[in-house]
């Protein structure tokens, strides 16, 4: 059976309690930070009349064991809303930069659990994704509109959450046995960050009984997060990364079948 619950679900708290205490980080800063192989193909492109100008269309950007990511894998994160949020003041560069360093990483990551062929997550984990992609968008209409000006279907998003919560039930697997928070612990955070904190804007304290358990998750998910970063860190030690984002472009030549 798939532990999928303990790792996608966020324990819901009281209102006074979510405004006073540090909300969990997510265990991927990408949850849908597609990964290019499994995007539904758009179109063939027509080859452009003899003599025309050559277009660049798309680019690889990095390569990971010979698995390429490439500029539309990033515009697609930035587009549908699942780019990590960036510094304020960070130029669009940067953010381009940010975007592409979690997607070689999540690519890392699904490599390895592929390795070991997870069974498939609930369908409805996986609509319950979609839905929350998709309400990043004023209507239907808008969302069906951006995922076709990416390239991309419906099922090919589909595709692309299942996979990445096959990740999050993968670490859940791996790591969550790693991360023990103990009644102590618990406890130092309530009179060191939480309390002082709600105290501080003037709102009530509840009883520690009453956060125990939600801030047990805190603790646990920022443990998480923690062993997710060292995991990766390793897998990058033993992959093989090629990463072109500073790579100057190269000229396209003049006509299509004509080399520089």
């Known amino acids: 059976m798939l532990r999928s619950c303990a790792v996608i679900r966020r324990s819901s708290v009281t209102a006074s309690v979510q405004s006073g205490m540090v909300r969990p980080l997510p265990l991927l800063l990408t949850l ?29 950007v990095a390569v990971v064991d010979g698995d390429p ?10 587009a549908l809303g ?11 560069r940067d953010q381009r930069r940010r975007v592409l360093d979690g997607l070689i990483e999540e690519r890392l990551r699904i490599h390895e659990v592929e390795r070991y062929g997870f069974e498939q997550v ?14 990043r968008f004023p209507s239907d209409e808008a969302f ?18 299942a996979q990445q919560l096959q990740v ?19 406890e130092a955070y309530y009179n060191g960050t939480l309390v002082p904190k709600l105290r501080a804007g003037g ?5 520690l009984d009453e956060v125990r358990e939600q801030i047990r998750e805190v603790l646990r998910q920022q443990r998480l997060n923690e062993e997710l970063q060292r995991w990766t860190a390793e897998l990058r030690r033993g992959a093989d990364v090629e ?18």
Request: hydrophobic residues 45%.
């Open 144 to 161: 069906r509109q951006r995922l076709q000006a990416l390239g991309m279907t419906l099922e090919g998003l589909e595709q692309l959450v």
């Open 32 to 60: 849908a930070a597609f990964a290019g192989g499994a995007v539904a193909a758009a179109p063939a492109p027509q080859q452009p009349p003899s003599g025309a100008q050559a277009t660049l269309r798309d680019r690889i």
């Open 243 to 260: 990463d072109y984002f500073d790579r100057p472009e190269r000229a396209l030549p003049p006509k299509a079948g004509v080399r520089p």
């Open 168 to 186: 999050l039930v993968y670490v859940d697997e791996l790591l969550g046995a790693r991360v023990f928070v103990g009644l102590e612990e618990i």
């Open 122 to 135: 609930p369908v409805e984990l996986i609509a319950k994704q979609v839905a929350t992609i998709r309400a």
């Open 69 to 78: 990511i490439l500029q539309s894998d990033v515009e697609r994160a930035l």
């Open 82 to 92: 699942t780019a990590p949020p960036t510094t304020a003041g960070a130029s669009e």
């Open 203 to 207: 709102q009530p304290v509840p009883p």
